[in-house]
């Protein structure tokens, strides 16, 4: 009885009750899923090298970029998740209908190498990281890293799984962290955000690109598609939208939030990463970083104990939340392009083909850090094989995006469109350059 004159005595107030307060939360934490995970996973020790070159070489020049690229990652991610979640099925799935087999089977072979690639330089980075941190063998460190995140993949369902690369994504606040551990000329930095004095030389292009390229990257396309499908198979509507509709303006809202979240988070992230090594790094006279666990050890003695644990955790952490992700997308399109159940709910029996996939790229990946390869060569391939497949698969997935057969009603508004193809045409400008800038190197 005494609770229920509390309750109606709250109600009375027109205050909520704490029972209210927390289904409110759970309700924003429920909202947040694939989009979410697939921002955090952008900024992988890879990426993390990406924006330490471009803080380290260029000071704050390059802090910019990360906002210009915000509103086309938002676009095209949100496409992306669009297609599989009205669809039911992964982009490739979907290319199938609007591009020949062949060309699709050529795109998932150049996704798998650049893929694994990019699992190469993410496990060294991690294994050289906590090696700095800890001591030790950085191979050790690399293949306890690899094990186990295809362990994880393997035999824990994604209803379970998708919690744990949730609750990840908070690694990347560390990065936050690390900003304010370090003396920063705000007002600098800021101006050059916002008033950028923009270079023409083949090396400042150059790494505008490479941003570029690290933002928007295909494997998140893949990765989050598919997680709509897993999301859709773990919900209420278990069942492609175009074909329940009545509920389909909620998921839209749902996808753009959730996309919109995880993409800005990403992007600030990055933001704040360049900032601090532009302001520890390229202030002394340091302008080449090599892999993230380089740009870490370089902020030790000049930055402090505090600051280079801090950005070293950030790089195990986010490499465990990567590699999975890495590894999933590849083995999706692999899965999709042959027919077979692709599915990290799956048990491994039922998924042999797809657990293969998800294996074999993280462990060439691991042998790959005993090659004479040193991760920024094995980033800059990555780098030249995602840009080779972002251009045709964006193109592709605005065709499907804007087709009414495949769409339904959930085809592209034209606000989207637009951004979609602007996207599209940011990113061919920039394989382009960097085309012409290595023909003139």
């Not at 369902?157 to 000329?185: E, G, M, Q, W």
């Amino acid at each position: 009885m005494a609770a229920l004159k509390k309750t109606s005595a709250a109600k009375a107030n027109g205050s909520k009750s704490p029972a209210v307060k927390k289904r409110s939360g759970n309700v924003i934490l429920r909202l947040l899923g694939p989009g979410l995970v697939t921002g955090a996973a952008d900024d992988d020790p890879s990426g993390i090298a990406t924006y330490s070159q471009a803080g380290a070489q260029f000071g704050f020049g390059l802090l910019w970029t990360v906002f210009l690229t915000t509103p086309f990652m938002i676009a095209i991610q949100v496409i992306s998740a669009k297609i599989g979640r009205v669809t039911g099925r992964g982009i490739v799935g979907n290319l199938m209908l609007v591009v020949p087999r062949p060309v699709v089977l050529v795109i998932v072979a150049l996704l798998l190498a650049a893929n694994t690639f990019n699992i190469a330089a993410d496990i060294a980075a991690m294994g050289e990281a906590l090696t700095l941190v800890v001591g030790g063998l950085k191979h050790e460190h690399a293949l306890i890293f690899a094990a186990a995140s295809v362990l994880l993949q393997v035999f824990v369902p994604y209803r379970h799984y998708a919690p744990i690369l949730k609750f990840a994504t908070l690694i990347l606040f560390l990065y936050v962290a690390t900003a304010f551990t370090v003396k920063i000329p705000w007002g600098e930095a800021l101006a050059a955000t916002v008033l950028p004095q923009i270079s023409f030389n083949s090396d400042y292009l150059m790494m505008v690109v490479a941003v570029l390229g690290t933002t928007i990257s295909p494997y998140l396309f893949f990765w989050q598609a598919s997680q709509e499908v897993e999301e859709m198979n773990q919900g209420r509507i278990q069942q492609p939208l175009k074909n329940a509709s009545r509920s389909g303006q909620l998921e839209m809202k749902r996808i753009f939030f959730d996309t919109a979240v995880g993409m800005v988070l990403s992007n600030v992230v990055a933001f704040f990463i360049i900032l601090t090594t532009a302001a520890v790094l390229n202030s002394h006279g340091i302008t080449e970083i090599h892999s993230a666990a380089d740009a870490a050890n370089a902020l030790k003695p000049l930055a402090g104990e505090l600051t280079f644990f801090l950005f070293a955790l950030g790089i195990i952490g986010t490499g465990m939340l990567a590699i999975p992700v890495l590894a999933g997308s590849a083995a999706y399109c692999v899965a999709d392009a042959m027919g077979w159940r692709g599915s990290l709910e799956a048990k491994a029996a039922e998924a042999t083909g797809f657990y293969s996939i998800v294996a074999a790229a993280t462990i060439i990946g691991f042998a790959l850090t005993f090659t004479p390869f040193d991760p920024m060569k094995m980033l800059v391939w990555s780098a030249v094989l995602n840009g080779i497949v972002a251009v045709p698969v964006m193109a592709a997935m605005m065709l499907i995006v804007t087709n009414q057969k495949i769409m339904h009603i959930f085809a592209a508004s034209k606000p989207l469109k637009i951004a979609g193809w602007l996207a599209t045409a940011i990113m061919l400008l920039a394989v382009l350059a960097l085309g012409a800038a290595s023909f003139w190197q």
